[in-house]
């Protein structure tokens, strides 16, 4: 017998199928999810009806299947979301079952504990009401949809991410995280944030999304739109988007890679109107879709690292 026949496996080859990279993101995502809720008092789940909450929440749903997802979603709802997303969320919460709570900022404003930026951007105002959530409901874990090919500030966060007792982050005081074990021991005060598609791509999650026919807002497809032209994007014509002195409106054939704040966040110009059409998109661009459509990650270098430092998501 040679060294090979040895060392082989004692079950033929070809007995197992041999696992898909969906299948290891996948298998990874919610042994995060479960380990992360069996430690954990009072997790939370960050969704917002965008394409990668809405992958986490399928993920947790198919982590305790039978049993409904053992806790609540949060949306920190800006007030300037697009009506489509609005709509898709409140319709998954309650095909579903779930409990939602939603941070408003637009409550903020109206009391006066926040003021509009000058620029009509809500997304860095959305902090401290997420913060106010997090402590009114005693949430000690927050899942959320952070991938860390987003953007350079994203990529050094680990899986699990302490939040001190003002919900700051440090870069400097990341954990090891050898092996897949995973640490969301906190102090009172303290909670951590845990990021189940971290190690996914924007195109694992397309690839996700037509493997296990996933239903995501229609803006994520090609259709047609009023949109102006603005620092290199195409910002959707509507009430919190005006048009401004000597902006064109056009009719163009759009999509969205991502979505947010409707003042800060672009449309590209698409004729993709199917999930295949997508991936194969996706699959040649060389811009991530926060780098090509969000407006708020241009107000500064460091603007997403300055954001998360001060409790964002």
């Not at 079950?11 to 992360?36: C, N, T």
């Not at 620029?119 to 860095?124: K, V």
């Not at 939040?163 to 102090?187: S, T």
């Not at 295949?276 to 997403?304: C, F, K, L, Q």
């Amino acid at each position: 017998m040679t060294i090979t026949e040895t060392l082989s496996p004692l079950r033929p080859e070809g007995d197992l199928p041999v696992p898909s990279q969906l299948d290891v993101l996948e298998a990874e995502s919610i042994l995060v999810i479960r380990e992360i809720t069996a430690e954990l008092e009072r997790p939370v789940l960050l969704f917002s009806g965008g394409k990668d909450s809405v992958v986490m929440l399928h993920l947790a749903a198919k982590a305790f299947w039978p049993a409904p997802v053992p806790f609540p979603v949060l949306h920190v709802d800006t007030g300037h979301n697009f009506p489509e997303v609005i709509a898709y969320r409140d319709a998954t919460v309650e095909r579903l079952g779930l409990r939602l709570e939603v941070a408003s900022v637009q409550e903020w404003i109206d009391d006066g504990r926040l003021r509009e930026r000058a620029d009509g951007t809500r997304n860095p105002l959305q902090t401290r009401p997420l913060l106010d959530a997090i402590t009114r409901h005693r949430f000690d874990g927050v899942f959320g949809g952070g991938r860390r090919d987003e953007e350079k500030a994203r990529a050094k966060e680990r899986v699990v991410s302490l939040r001190d007792d003002f919900g700051q982050w440090d870069p400097k005081n990341q954990r090891p995280e050898l092996w897949n074990l995973f640490n969301p021991r906190h102090r009172p005060g303290e909670h951590v944030r845990v990021f189940p598609l971290s190690n996914w791509t924007e195109l694992d999650v397309w690839r996700y999304v037509e493997q296990e026919g996933i239903e995501l807002p229609g803006l994520y497809y090609a259709h047609e739109r009023e949109v102006v032209e603005r620092d290199g994007m195409l910002l959707a014509v509507g009430p919190w988007s005006p048009p401004r002195e000597g902006e064109a409106v056009e009719r163009r054939l759009v999509r969205y890679r991502t979505v947010g704040d409707m003042s800060c966040t672009g449309a590209v110009e698409s004729t993709a109107a199917t999930v295949a059409d997508v991936v194969a998109e996706v699959a040649a661009t060389t811009i991530t879709e926060r780098g090509a459509t969000r407006a708020d990650d241009r107000i500064s270098e460091a603007a997403m690292e300055d954001r998360k430092k001060e409790g964002y998501f």
